[in-house]
């Protein structure tokens, strides 16, 4: 790792097999693999080419400039911007070959519209679906409790089949998370919207393996730093840990400015494979992680992967595995970014 502070790999065999799996869950409907916020912190170039590459149709993203840049590395792909767009931005998604979902009464001509309904989310959505113009290619809505209760999902699931019911076959209707691809056999329709699943990440916060799914990023850095704590000395800002007797303790080059959440105090992580408790103040730059006995400057640390999984950290700091991918800084200011794409995956 040496000039390297940390090093994110993304393993797009992973992603292939995700994507895999769930066009095995979702029967006839296509599979569209979201792939906003940087592909969940992933990657959104390599991670929507490998998932293309493995059966998905399309790729999702929130905003045009995410489309561009996506755009820019994959001129082929299917690729529907599914957040607000400004009426300036609308050129530029025409001459990009760009579809754009719309939740108001603004609908742009000559680019592909998908029409996003409202069926229970109570968020961005129209109340009841205007006459399609010529433009409209699809119909959407999102649920709000796919991973959480189902008889509300299946409520909108419901109330979305009666309303596309006079135009079905004749738009792609779409209402599927990762939750519902998974779980909710009902809610598949026409295409499906992935994203958390895609990642390997469990949209339940579970183990992502109960689900079939390989987690597709790892993070791994090393002790910069050992030392021994006398009884009474302590560790990191605040001075919120306390040597109770002679502690060894490892300074890891990774804090919040890296997306190690300042909540994950007390968290594991794996040194040289084994877990060890994460004590004091995450710091900005580094955080620092009691040790049972001395160890080398060098030693490998897994802060996530290797079995130890996002969802752990996601529990403890009170968040879901959503905010901590996507919070994961990988500047090649910060850290090192390996993309593995082992065909066999
Ligand atoms: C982010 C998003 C998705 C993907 O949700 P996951 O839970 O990550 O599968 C699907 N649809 C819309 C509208 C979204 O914003």
Same mark, same amino acid.
């Given at each position: 790792m040496s000039a390297w502070r940390s090093e994110i790999t993304i393993d797009l065999g992973a992603v292939r097999a995700n994507v895999r799996r769930l066009l095995a869950a979702v029967g006839d409907a296509e599979v569209w693999a979201v792939v906003k916020a940087d592909g969940y912190g992933h990657g959104a170039v390599d991670v929507g080419r490998a998932a293309l590459?493995?059966?998905?149709?399309?790729?999702?993203?929130?905003?045009?400039?995410e489309a561009l840049e996506v755009r820019a590395a994959l001129p082929e792909a299917r690729l529907l911007v599914m957040g607000p767009t400004r009426t300036a931005?609308?050129?530029?998604?025409?001459?990009?070959?760009?579809?754009?979902a719309v939740a108001d009464g603004r609908v742009?001509?000559?680019?592909?519209?998908?029409?996003?309904?409202?069926?229970?989310? /109570? %968020? =961005?959505? &129209?109340? *009841?679906?205007?006459?399609?113009?010529?433009?409209?290619?699809g119909i959407m809505s999102h649920l709000a409790t796919a991973d959480t209760d189902p008889v509300f999902a299946e409520l909108q699931v419901q109330r979305f089949r009666e309303a596309v019911a006079p135009f079905q076959g004749r738009f792609t209707c779409h209402l599927a998370n990762s939750a519902a691809a998974l779980r909710l056999p009902t809610a598949a329709f026409d295409a499906t919207r992935c994203g958390i699943a895609v990642y390997g990440l469990s949209p339940f916060g579970a183990d992502p393996a109960d689900d079939g799914l390989q987690p597709v990023l790892s993070w791994r850095s090393e002790l910069a730093l050992v030392k021994q704590l006398a009884p009474g000395e302590s560790t990191g800002y /605040? %001075? =919120?840990? &306390?040597? *109770?007797?002679p502690t060894w303790i490892?300074?890891?080059?990774?804090?919040?400015?890296?997306g190690f959440r300042r909540h994950l105090t007390d968290t594991h992580v794996l040194v040289d494979g084994r877990r060890r408790p994460v004590v004091?103040?995450?710091s900005m730059d580094a955080i620092a992680v009691e040790l049972q006995s001395e160890l080398s400057v060098g030693t490998p640390v897994t802060l996530v992967g290797d079995g130890l999984l996002l969802e752990?950290?996601?529990?403890?700091?009170?968040?879901?595995n959503y905010e901590l991918a996507s919070g994961i800084n990988s500047s090649p200011l910060r850290a090192r970014r390996i993309v593995i794409d082992a065909r066999a995956g």
């Open positions: 590459g493995a059966g998905a149709s399309a790729l999702c993203v929130a905003t045009i400039p931005e609308w050129g530029a998604a025409a001459e990009a070959r760009l579809e754009i742009p001509e000559g680019i592909p519209v998908h029409l996003k309904l409202d069926t229970g989310m /109570g %968020r =961005r959505g &129209l109340s *009841e679906l205007p006459s399609p113009t010529r433009e409209t290619v /605040g %001075r =919120r840990y &306390l040597a *109770e007797r490892g300074i890891v080059p990774v804090g919040y400015a890296d004091g103040t995450v752990e950290h996601a529990r403890l700091a009170g968040t879901i």
